[in-house]
C-alpha cells in the first residue's frame, strides 16, 4: 500500500531521515518506535508530502508520489493524518471541522457532507459534541474529532503523529480505544507512538529508528521480547520502566 | 454638558443651533467619504498584506515596497500631490474638463492607499499569527493553497486583526479632515469657513465652532468603535474569549 524507498531529509546539518525503506502492505498497522529527535515524525510526514524528501521515492498503491508532476493535494486527499496538537481548525465547530475535507476537497453537496461528518463523530462517540469548538472539548475529545475528520475523506492510509503524547493520562485511553477499533476494521496505518502497550498488542510490525534510520523491524514480539539491538532493548525497557 | 454652560451663559446655544445644519451637511460628506475611503483601504491593505505573506519573492518586494511609500508619506503631502497632479499636469497637457472633481478623485484615491500600507501590515501579523499546525491540518486534507488561505486562516486572521483595524478605522476618519486642503465641503472645510465669517462677528464663536466639529468627529469615531466591537463580537469563537473580561 504505502512504499518508501531510500528516503532522504536533510534540515541544515541534520539530516532525518537518511536513507530509509518502509513497507506497509493493506490492512497492517506498522509502529514506529525510537528516541525523539530520530527522523520518526519527518519520515511519516514524508509519506503525505508534508515534507518532500531530498532524495527517495515514496509509492502510494503504485503510483510514485514523490514525481513532481503529481499534485500534492492529490496524494493528500488519500492519506489521513493526525496530529499529537490535533490541530482543529480552531474558528470551526467539531462538525464543521470535519466536514472541511469533504466539502472543499471532495466537493460533496452540504445535506451529504453533513449526514457523513454526523456519522463519523458518532463512530468516534461525540454524537452530543456537533457543535462545540474545538477550546471546548478536552484534548481526547479534540483528539478523537481530528481522527474523525481524516476519516470522512475515506483514507486508504492513516497516519498518527504521536497522537497520545500532548494528551493528560485520563484522555489516552478513549483515543488509542479509537484507533484499536479501527485497526481492528482492517485500516492501513502508520503510527508513530511511545504507548509501547499500544504497538505490542494492536500493531502488525514494529520499527525501531533512531538516528534517521530504522535500525530493526519485526513483529510485535521479536521487537520487545527478544531483539537483536540492546539500544532497543535499553529503550524499551526505560520506557516500559 | 454644552447645554448646561449654555444656560449658564458660557456657551452660545442660538449660535451653535445657527451653525448646526452646516456643520450636519460637512458631517453628511466626511461620512461618504469615509465610506469611500475605509474599503478601498481594506480592500487595499488584504491584497499587500497578503503579498508580504508570499512565497514569490516578488510579491514581497512589491508590496514591501507599497508599505514603505505610503507609510512614509504624511497624508496631507500625498493630497497636495493629488491636486498638483490633476490641476496642473492633466489640465495643462490633457485639458482635462473638471480638474477639481479629479484632484477630490486622486485625493480620497491616497488616503484609502496610505490606509492600506497600515492595514497591510495589520492583516499580515494577523496571518502570521495563525500556528503552524492549522496550516498543516488544512494541507493534510488536502486543501490547496488558495482553499487554505480563504477557509483556514483569513478567517482567522481577520478575527486578531479586528482591534488593531478599529484603531486604524478612527485615524482614517480624521485624516479625511486633510480633504479640505483641496476644498472639499467636508465637516473641517465647513468649520473653517464658519470660523471666518465668524471671527468678523465675535472671536468667542470660533470656540463653539471647534468644539461642535470635535464634538461630531468624536461622535463619528465612537459609533465606528461600536460597530467594529459588534463585529468582533459576531466573529468571537466559544472557548477562545478567555482572554476578555
Same mark, same amino acid.
Given at each position: 500500500m504505502?512504499?518508501?524507498?531510500g528516503?532522504?531529509?536533510?534540515? $541544515?546539518?541534520?539530516?532525518?531521515? =537518511? ?9 497492517e498497522?506498522l ?6 529527535? $530520530? $527522523?520518526?515524525?519527518?519520515l ?8 518532500r524528501?531530498?532524495?527517495? #521515492?515514496?509509492?502510494?498503491g503504485?503510483?510514485r508520489?514523490?514525481d513532481p508532476?503529481i499534485r500534492? &493535494? ?16 480552531? @474558528?470551526l465547530t467539531?462538525?464543521k471541522n470535519?466536514?472541511?475535507g469533504?466539502?472543499?476537497?471532495k466537493?460533496?453537496?452540504p445535506? &451529504?457532507?453533513?449526514? =457523513?461528518?454526523?456519522h463519523?463523530l458518532?463512530r468516534?462517540?461525540?454524537?452530543d ?12 475529545q479534540?483528539?478523537r474529532?481530528a481522527?474523525?475528520?481524516a476519516?470522512?475523506?475515506d ?14 493520562? #485520563?484522555?489516552?485511553? #478513549?483515543?488509542?480505544d479509537?484507533?484499536t ?5 482492517g485500516?492501513t496505518m502508520?503510527?508513530?507512538? @511511545?504507548e509501547m502497550?499500544?504497538a505490542k ?6 520499527a525501531?529508528?533512531?538516528e534517521g534510520?530504522i ?6 514480539? #521479536? ?5 537483536k @539491538?540492546?539500544?532497543? =532493548?535499553?529503550?524499551?525497557?526505560k520506557i516500559l520502566g | ?5 449654555g444656560l !449658564?451663559?458660557?456657551y452660545?446655544l442660538?449660535?451653535a443651533?445657527? /451653525?448646526a445644519p452646516s456643520?450636519?451637511k460637512?458631517?453628511?460628506v466626511?461620512?461618504?467619504?469615509v465610506?469611500?475611503? /475605509?474599503?478601498?483601504? *481594506? +480592500? ?15 510579491a514581497?518586494a ?15 503631502v500625498? /493630497? *497636495? *500631490?493629488?491636486?498638483?497632479?490633476a490641476?496642473?499636469v ?12 479629479i484632484a477630490f478623485t486622486f485625493g480620497?484615491?491616497a488616503l ?10 495589520i492583516?499580515?501579523?494577523g496571518i ?8 498543516e ?12 488561505m ?7 486572521a481577520?478575527?486578531?486583526?479586528l ?7 478612527a485615524?482614517?476618519?480624521?485624516d479625511?479632515?486633510l480633504?479640505?486642503q483641496i476644498? +472639499? *465641503?467636508? !465637516?473641517?472645510l465647513?468649520?473653517i469657513?464658519l ?5 468678523r ?7 463653539i465652532?471647534? +468644539?461642535?466639529v470635535?464634538?461630531?468627529y468624536?461622535?463619528?469615531t ?5 460597530? !467594529?466591537r459588534?463585529?468582533e463580537?459576531?466573529f468571537?469563537?466559544p472557548?477562545?474569549?478567555a +482572554?476578555q473580561?
Open positions: 504505502v512504499r518508501v524507498q528516503v532522504h531529509k536533510a534540515f $541544515g546539518d541534520l539530516e532525518v531521515p =537518511r536513507g530509509v525503506d518502509l513497507e506497509i502492505s493493506e490492512a498497522v509502529c514506529l518506535i525510537g528516541p525523539s529527535g $530520530g $527522523g520518526k515524525s519527518t511519516l510526514r514524508c509519506v503525505n508530502l508534508l515534507v524528501p531530498d532524495r527517495g #521515492e515514496v509509492y502510494l503504485d503510483v508520489i514523490t508532476a500534492p &493535494e492529490w496524494v493528500r486527499q488519500q492519506i489521513g493524518m493526525v496530529f499529537q496538537s490535533f490541530n482543529l481548525i480552531t @474558528h467539531a462538525l470535519v466536514m472541511l469533504l466539502r472543499k476537497v466537493k460533496v453537496p445535506s &451529504e457532507a453533513r449526514a =457523513r461528518a454526523v463519523e458518532e468516534v462517540g461525540l454524537r459534541k456537533l457543535n462545540a469548538y474545538p477550546a471546548q472539548l478536552s484534548g481526547g479534540q483528539q474529532v481522527i474523525a475528520r476519516l470522512a475523506m483514507p486508504k492510509v492513516m497516519l498518527f503523529d504521536e497522537p497520545t503524547s500532548a494528551l493528560d493520562p #485520563e484522555y489516552i485511553r #478513549e483515543v488509542l479509537v484507533m477499533a479501527l485497526a481492528k476494521e485500516m502508520l503510527v508513530v507512538t @511511545h502497550g499500544f498488542n494492536v500493531a502488525d510490525a514494529v525501531f529508528m533512531d534510520q535500525l530493526e523491524i519485526g513483529t510485535p514480539e #521479536e521487537m520487545f521480547d527478544r531483539p @539491538h540492546e539500544r532497543i =532493548r535499553g529503550f524499551v525497557g | 454638558m454644552l447645554v448646561v454652560l !449658564l451663559g458660557w452660545n442660538a449660535y443651533e445657527q /451653525i456643520l450636519l460637512g458631517l453628511a466626511t461620512v461618504g467619504l465610506l469611500i475611503v /475605509i474599503p478601498i483601504g *481594506f +480592500a487595499a491593505g488584504l491584497l499587500v498584506g497578503w503579498s508580504r505573506t508570499s512565497r514569490r519573492w516578488i514581497r512589491v508590496a514591501s515596497t507599497y508599505v514603505e511609500f505610503f507609510r512614509g508619506m504624511p497624508p496631507i500625498l /493630497i *497636495f *500631490f493629488s491636486w498638483l497632479i490641476t496642473r492633466l489640465q495643462f497637457y490633457f485639458r482635462v474638463d473638471d480638474p477639481f472633481a480620497v484615491l484609502g492607499f496610505h490606509s492600506a500600507g497600515y492595514q497591510a501590515e492583516v499580515r501579523a502570521l499569527s495563525v500556528p503552524t499546525g492549522q496550516l491540518a488544512a494541507d493534510a486534507l488536502g486543501l490547496t493553497p488558495r482553499q487554505r480563504f477557509h483556514v486562516i483569513l478567517p482567522q481577520f478575527r486578531i486583526s482591534p488593531a483595524l478599529s484603531n486604524e478605522f485615524s482614517v476618519i480624521k479625511t479632515s480633504i479640505s476644498s +472639499a *465641503f467636508e !465637516l473641517t465647513v468649520g469657513t470660523v471666518n465669517n465668524a471671527t462677528i465675535d472671536l468667542n464663536l470660533v470656540f465652532v471647534w +468644539a461642535q470635535a464634538l461630531l468624536l461622535l463619528l465612537v459609533v465606528a468603535t461600536r460597530i !467594529l459588534g463585529v463580537n459576531l468571537k469563537v472557548g477562545l474569549e +482572554a473580561p
